[in-house]
Nanobody, 121 residues
């Protein structure tokens, strides 16, 4: 079992940057593919980026490709999401997830509690 805790959210102006972190408990972090999702009020939870267990393979949603970068440090049991050139439409609660290597929330077994990101115009 894996417990996930996100941090790094906050308020930023459009064009700015944030780096989200997701710390995982347990010794099996390196066995899981990891991903970031986000959910704005009244919308579905959307896939943003995924990373393989060794950190070599990554994939991104078109909406964030070129602006967001996912990475992981297995020695620290942490996955990151570097977000650049932020836009007001990036405002949402951001979640990390462990388990799958797909884009559907149902493919992931474990979720963090989420961290709010607000981008002002």
């Amino acid at each position: 079992q894996v417990q996930l805790v996100e941090s790094g959210g906050g308020l930023v102006q459009a064009g700015g940057s944030l780096r989200l972190s997701c710390a995982a408990s347990g010794r099996t972090f390196s066995l899981y593919n990891m991903a970031w999702f986000r959910q704005a009020p009244g919308t579905e939870r959307d896939f943003l980026a995924g990373i393989g267990r060794a950190g070599i393979y990554t994939h991104y949603a078109d909406s964030v490709k070129g602006r967001f970068t996912i990475s992981r440090d297995n020695a620290k049991n942490t996955v990151y999401l570097q977000m650049n050139s932020l836009k007001p439409e990036d405002t949402a609660v951001y979640y990390c997830a462990a388990g799958g290597y797909a884009t559907r929330p149902m493919d992931y077994d474990y979720w963090g509690q989420g961290t709010q990101v607000t981008v002002s115009s």
